[in-house]
Nanobody
Framework: QVQLVESGGRLVQAGGSLRLSCAAS????????MGWFRQAPGKEREFVAA????????YYADSVKGRFTISRDNAKNTVSLQMNSLKPEDTAVYYC????????????????WGQGTQVTVSS
């Protein structure tokens, strides 16, 4: 079992930056691939970024490539999402997720989800 708790969401102006963090707990948390998803009002949840268990491979949605960076610190059991050049369309609830493989995360079928943190980008 892996528990995930996100933090860092807040209101930010367009063009600004924000860093989200996800704390994972559980004996095998560091063995899991991790990722971020987001869900805007009235829209389906969508994949944002993923990182392999050891951090060697990262994956991004086209909409955030070049602006967002995912990273992890297995010693602290945390995964972060650095978001730069934020746009109003980035407004959403951001969810942390975990799965045994990166492919499972990218496919949108992770095994574990956090509760989400709200990011609002004002124009």
């Amino acid at each position: 079992q892996v528990q995930l708790v996100e933090s860092g969401g807040r209101l930010v102006q367009a063009g600004g930056s924000l860093r989200l963090s996800c704390a994972a707990s559980g004996r095998t948390a560091s063995y899991y691939a991790m990722g971020w998803f987001r869900q805007a009002p009235g829209k389906e949840r969508e994949f944002v970024a993923a990182i392999s268990s050891r951090g060697g491979n990262t994956y991004y949605a086209d909409s955030v490539k070049g602006r967002f960076t995912i990273s992890r610190d297995n010693a602290k059991n945390t995964v972060s999402l650095q978001m730069n050049s934020l746009k109003p369309e980035d407004t959403a609830v951001y969810y942390c997720a975990a799965a045994p493989t990166s492919g499972t995360v990218v496919a949108g079928t992770p095994h574990y989800w956090g509760q989400g943190t709200q990011v609002t980008v004002s124009s």
